[in-house]
């Protein structure tokens, strides 16, 4: 099966945006982790099948989570960004299940698919 394909980590400014695509074709229940030096991976932004999103508070009102199904990929848009989230940042998957029914979940253990990882630096 085709793997997770992150594109789009960049260093850049903070204030700067920012954004990630994800090629996830044949998975489903999607979401955005990022992992910094000496930290745990944590969720960023999760999509639901019905459309429904949910944020890490560090990240709400700046992230955005979306879903082009024509293009089969996913993104994070990012604006205002911070030093602080400089980090890898993954896109992971919970099936391959296309008849799956998922509500958005941050937490790790929810996701058994993951991508390679795209670095993203904001400097001060």
């Known amino acids: 099966q085709v793997q997770l394909m992150e594109s789009g980590g960049d260093s850049v400014q903070a204030g700067g945006s920012l954004r990630l695509s994800c090629a996830n074709s044949?998975?489903?229940?999607m979401g955005w982790f990022r992992q910094a030096p000496g930290r745990e991976r944590e969720g960023v932004a999760a999509l639901a099948t019905d459309g429904g999103t949910d944020y890490a508070d560090s990240v709400k009102g700046r992230f955005t989570i979306s879903q082009d199904n024509a293009k089969n990929t996913l993104y994070l848009h990012m604006n205002s960004l911070k030093p602080e989230d400089t980090a890898m940042y993954y896109c992971?998957?919970?099936?391959?299940?296309?008849?799956?029914?998922?509500?958005?979940?941050?937490?790790?253990?929810?996701?058994?698919?993951w991508g390679q990882g795209t670095q993203v630096t904001v400097s001060s």
């Open positions: 992971a998957a919970r099936t391959t299940w296309r008849g799956a029914h998922c509500d958005a979940a941050l937490g790790r253990p929810s996701y058994g698919y």
């Open positions: 044949g998975y489903y229940c």
